[in-house]
Structure formats: structure tokens, C-alpha cells
């Protein structure tokens, strides 16, 4: 059998071309739509679309560690949260012009997306390397309530930290910039939303692809078996917890910069249950799971909400429905993929 | 004589009052099945814990080669060629028969955090596991996933995954487990086959196939071991036949 007949890896048995398809129609749809609004000259529909782009990029670093990991983490908001505040503190002092420190070296802050992008990233790294070395020597009911408890320091300190807005939040009062663009014009931002939330994909894909992706996989179904042919489990899991927390980290600091506004609302565990819904809605596991995800809760929020004050209801009748009857979620029930 | 692979020398374990493991001794070698039997409760399965490294002996010691694993875990002992089964077939059983395969020559390799090329195109650990499969008799079944194999054919996967960590050693908790005369007789066929890639510790309730197979025999009782010898020396000692065969007969 030569390489080239050899299927690619994949966790769950769906046609392979058949989820691709839906992939892209899911990725067409978002371009569409986003662009559409744009020629119908419709700001909000185009802020609707870049939340949604965001928000998937977070429920991709989520979906790394849940979907491909089997770790349920209730806490991920801790990391949307640093990587929103990374984004507007550092604005702060940029437009205040009150440096962050002068010692060793004099630093002003920045309004420089890729720079704050860096600095989140390695922050909401940092935050998940030393809140998943704890949580991960527990399983279960207790990893996620204690990634639960983690989330919920950080957002109790944000709170009580004043210097930053304390509960009210720090507005940014210009959106950041990036080379090139005008990001303040909702289309601009919007490509560049949907430009790293693919970037994201693709990092996802080649990385649930690669050695390291097949050990993690395993890890979610078998540590026993894992262990036994000399992986240790614990250091994959953790290296994915970390990569995990970066990307959900840019992702916060884009969300900053969409609100042009950073609150400890970013930190709260409605936010990482959000997270979670997204990837539920979407098919955990599925790498476009949290696109899916997040545009349908996005588009039921704004649909519902018009009908309803208390559309949640409903929406919690759909997500019942999603849990017994399509476990595959909106991916799964699109690919006729087996229940997962 | 040659010598031993695996030397095992004065191993205990205690649960409480429960004496699971008490100054058990014995070796493998090379080239050798050793079979090991014994009444239910005996201690079997802990005793094949203890030398996979899940858990860790009250006293004695466990050698591969010559060289101690104290505080060695079960991944490494792993790496260094201990294959292990289990009494329950434990595979990944979303991933295909092949996925199973690479994954454990990829733990052989050492080299798990590798984040860039595809594992599945990566030739080296193809050929390996292919190579792995067709010796396991699971040729044709590459892309079917391990939950959906008959139950035969998982065991037949979990020696395929063995086969790949270029082991050793082969540790096999009750392969047979579960398996209809012929199933069980092709098996013991094939471990017949591997003894003399790697000698074969194997803990199993079918007797006839120990018998058959082994060329030493270890009978553990209440984590004693009370004669090893060859299968004619155990069927013929008198203290093995009221403890142990006489309770069957």
C-alpha cells in the first residue's frame, strides 16, 4: 500500500469529502454573509458576522482540548478574558500615554494588534500552563470544576483590581490597528477576523493531523492504552492546554477590539458554558464544530431575541433537542456522521 | 543457560490485610513462553501490574536485562520493549486498526511531540505497522476502527500493538479471554510464532493452551508461587493437583 492510499486520521468515521464540503459551505456562508452586508451597506449585520468569526476562534481553542482531548474545561473564559484585557490595557496606556513601566526598559503600551495579539497570546499560554499542570492531575467531574474555580479567581481579581476599571470595565477608545488596514472600518475588521479565525483552522487541522494530534486523540479515548505503548499522557494533554489557552487568548483580544471595551463579563463562566454550547451546537470533536456553533447561537440570539425576551428558553429546548437526538451536532446531522 | 530478559526476586504487595503479592520470584528467557496460572484471586493480575509499573511493589525488585525499573513508570518501562495486553482488550476504539498500530510504533520511536507532518504519510512508522498488522493476521483490516472488530480480532490488535513497540518482552493478560476453541487455538498459533522475537510471560485461564504453549509453567496461589517447573513437572506435582487442577477435575 503506497502513502498516498492512506486515509487521513480522523476521530469520528464521517465521509471524509463530505464533511470537507460542509467545511467549506460553513466557511462560504460566513464570507457571504459578512460581504453581503457590506453591499447592503448593514454596520450591525457586519459586527454580527465578526463576533461570530471571533467567537469561533475561541470555541477552536476550546475544541482543541475538548474535541480532540476529551477535556471538558468550564474555565476557557479565563483565557478569553486575559487575552481582552492584554488588548485594552495595553491600549490604555498607549492613549493615556502613561507607561506600563520604565524599568528595565521604558514601555508605553501599544495600539498595535499584531504586538498585543503576541503579548496575549503568550499570556493566556502562561495562565493555562499553570492552571493546567494543576487541574490536569484531576479527571472528570473534578477537572471541570476545578478549571471552573480557576476562571472564577480571575474573574473576582479583575473585578477588585481598580486600577483597570475594576467591575465597569475599560473601554478602548480607538480600535487598535493593524498594518495595512483601516480596522476601524467594520469590513476591514471583519476580513481580518475571518483571516485569523482560518489561520486558527488550519493550525487546528495540521496539528490534530500531526504525531502530537494522534497522542492527544488517544488520550481522550484510552490514557490506559496510551501509557502502554510509552506515551505519557499528562505531558500531551498539558502542551494541548497550553496552545489551547493561546488561541483563546487572541481570540479575547480580538473580542476587546470588536467592543472597543474589556469587562470582567469577558472572564465570566456564562462565557465559558458559552464555549461550550458552541462546540455542543456544532459537534465537539469536528474542527469547524465551533463556527457551527457559534453562528448558529449568534444567529438564534439575534432571531429569537426579537421574538422573545426570554428566547433562551427556547433556545435551551433546542440545545435539549441537539444533546438526545443529534449528538453529532449541526456537523454531525450535516454529514449523516455517526453519533459521537 | 542464558540469560534471563525479565528477573523478578522477592516481590510483595499488600492491600491491608490481603497479601496479593508475597515473595513472588521468577524470570523469562529468552526465547521461552512462561505461563502462569492460578485460581481466581490468586494475585495474577496484580502481579503483571507491578511489572508493567501501574503499581508500585511493597518490596523486591523488578529487572529487564539486568538493569532495575525500580521507579520507572508504565510509559517507561514501555519504551524500553515491556508490551503489555490487557485482561480487557484496551485500544482506542475510535481510531482504525492502523491508527492503533502507528500510535504505538510512534511510541516505540520516542518522538510524540512532533507538531507538523501528518503521522499518517510518515513512511518509517507505515512500514511498520503494516508490517506489524500482516505478522498479527489483521491484513485487509486497516481501516476499520477498533469498535467495530470482532472480539478476536482486538486481541489480534493488541498483539499487532505489542508487535510494534519492538519489544522485549511480551506481557499477555489472558489473551484468550473470551475466545471460542478456534479463535483461541489460532492465537495460541500465533504466540507460538512470537516467542522467538520475544519471550512471552502469559497469565491465562485456558489450561489446555498453557500446556500447550508454554515451556515452563508458574502456578500462583494467594500471591504465592507454589511450583514452576516444566508443564509435565506441574501436572505431575502433587501439592499444584490439590490446590489447583485437583479443584477443576
Known amino acids: 500500500m503506497s ?9 469520528r468515521r464521517a465521509a471524509p469529502s463530505r464533511e470537507t464540503l460542509v467545511n467549506a459551505g460553513l466557511g462560504l456562508a460566513l464570507l457571504v454573509f ?5 453591499l447592503l451597506d448593514e454596520p450591525f449585520l457586519i459586527t454580527l458576522a465578526t463576533k461570530v468569526a471571533i467567537l469561533a476562534i475561541a470555541g477552536a481553542g ?5 474535541g480532540y482531548g476529551g477535556l471538558v474545561s468550564f474555565g476557557h473564559a479565563a483565557y478569553f478574558g486575559i487575552g481582552g484585557y492584554t488588548s485594552g490595557i495595553l491600549a490604555h496606556h498607549a492613549l493615556n500615554y502613561t507607561p506600563m513601566f520604565e524599568w528595565p526598559f521604558l514601555f508605553e503600551g501599544s495600539t498595535s494588534m499584531p504586538l498585543i495579539w503576541l503579548f496575549a497570546m503568550v499570556l493566556g499560554g502562561l495562565a493555562a500552563l499553570a492552571i493546567g499542570a494543576l487541574s490536569l492531575r484531576t479527571t472528570g467531574v473534578y477537572f471541570i470544576m476545578i478549571t471552573l474555580a480557576f476562571g472564577q479567581m480571575i474573574f473576582y481579581f479583575a473585578i477588585s483590581w481598580p486600577a483597570y476599571g475594576g467591575e465597569d470595565g475599560l473601554p478602548i477608545y480607538v480600535r487598535n490597528g493593524f498594518p495595512g488596514l483601516n480596522t476601524l472600518d467594520p469590513i476591514q475588521f471583519f476580513a481580518l477576523a475571518v483571516a485569523v479565525l482560518f489561520a486558527v483552522l488550519g493550525l487546528i487541522s495540521m496539528l490534530a493531523h500531526s504525531r502530537f494530534g494522534l497522542a492527544l486523540q488517544a488520550a481522550r479515548q484510552n490514557r490506559q492504552r496510551l501509557m502502554a505503548v510509552g506515551i505519557r499522557p499528562g505531558g500531551v494533554l498539558l502542551v494541548a492546554f497550553v496552545i489551547s489557552g493561546a488561541i483563546t487568548a487572541l481570540a479575547g483580544a480580538l473580542y476587546a477590539d470588536l467592543n472597543r471595551f474589556v469587562s470582567p463579563s469577558m472572564l465570566s463562566w456564562h462565557l465559558s458554558g458559552e464555549l461550550l454550547v458552541f462546540l455542543i451546537l456544532g459537534g465537539t470533536g469536528r474542527l469547524f464544530a465551533p463556527l457551527a456553533g457559534a453562528g448558529l447561537y449568534i444567529t438564534l440570539e439575534h432571531v429569537l431575541g426579537g421574538v422573545s425576551d426570554y428566547w433562551q428558553f427556547y433556545f435551551g429546548l433546542l440545545l435539549l ?3 438526545l437526538f443529534a449528538r453529532g451536532g449541526v456537523i454531525g446531522f450535516l454529514t449523516g456522521g455517526r453519533h459521537g | ?5 525479565l528477573e523478578i526476586t522477592g516481590l510483595r504487595k499488600s492491600f491491608g490485610a490481603l497479601k496479593a503479592t508475597d515473595d513472588v520470584s521468577l524470570d523469562l528467557r529468552p526465547g521461552e513462553i512462561h505461563g502462569l496460572i492460578g485460581p481466581n484471586g490468586a494475585g495474577k493480575s496484580t502481579l503483571i501490574k507491578q511489572i508493567a509499573g501501574e503499581i508500585t511493589p511493597d518490596a523486591g525488585e523488578v529487572r529487564l536485562r539486568g538493569r532495575s525499573l525500580s521507579g520507572i513508570d508504565a510509559a517507561g518501562r514501555a519504551r524500553l520493549g515491556m508490551a503489555r495486553s490487557f485482561q480487557v482488550s484496551s485500544v482506542a476504539p475510535e481510531f482504525t486498526v492502523l491508527q492503533n498500530v502507528v500510535l504505538s510504533a510512534q511510541g516505540a520511536s520516542g518522538a510524540t511531540f512532533r507538531f507538523f507532518r501528518p503521522v499518517m504519510r510518515d513512511a518509517g512508522l507505515l512500514a511498520t505497522a503494516h508490517d506489524c498488522i500482516a505478522r498479527a493476521g489483521l491484513s485487509g483490516r486497516e481501516t476499520v476502527p477498533a469498535a ?9 490488535l493488541e498483539i499487532a500493538m505489542a508487535l510494534a513497540l519492538k519489544p522485549a518482552l511480551f506481557l499477555l493478560d489472558e489473551p484468550m ?3 471460542g476453541t478456534e479463535g483461541a487455538r489460532a492465537l495460541g498459533d500465533l504466540l507460538d510464532g512470537l516467542r522467538h522475537r520475544a519471550p512471552i510471560l502469559l497469565v491465562e485461564h485456558d489450561m489446555d493452551a498453557v500446556f500447550r504453549l508454554s515451556d515452563r509453567v508458574s502456578v500462583l496461589v494467594y500471591g504465592r508461587i507454589i511450583a514452576t517447573g516444566t508443564p509435565e513437572e506441574i501436572r505431575a506435582d502433587a501439592e499444584v493437583q490439590r490446590v489447583y487442577l485437583g479443584e477443576e477435575a
Open chain 2, 148 to 156: 467495530e472488530l470482532a472480539h478476536g480480532e482486538r486481541r489480534k
Open chain 1, 34 to 38: 459578512g460581504i453581503g452586508a457590506w
Open chain 2, 177 to 179: 479471554a473470551g475466545m
Open chain 2, 1 to 5: 543457560m542464558a540469560e534471563p530478559i
Open chain 1, 3 to 11: 502513502a498516498a492510499e492512506i486515509p487521513a486520521p480522523r476521530a
Open chain 1, 321 to 323: 433537542g441537539v444533546v
Open chain 1, 62 to 66: 476550546l475544541n482543541l482540548v475538548l
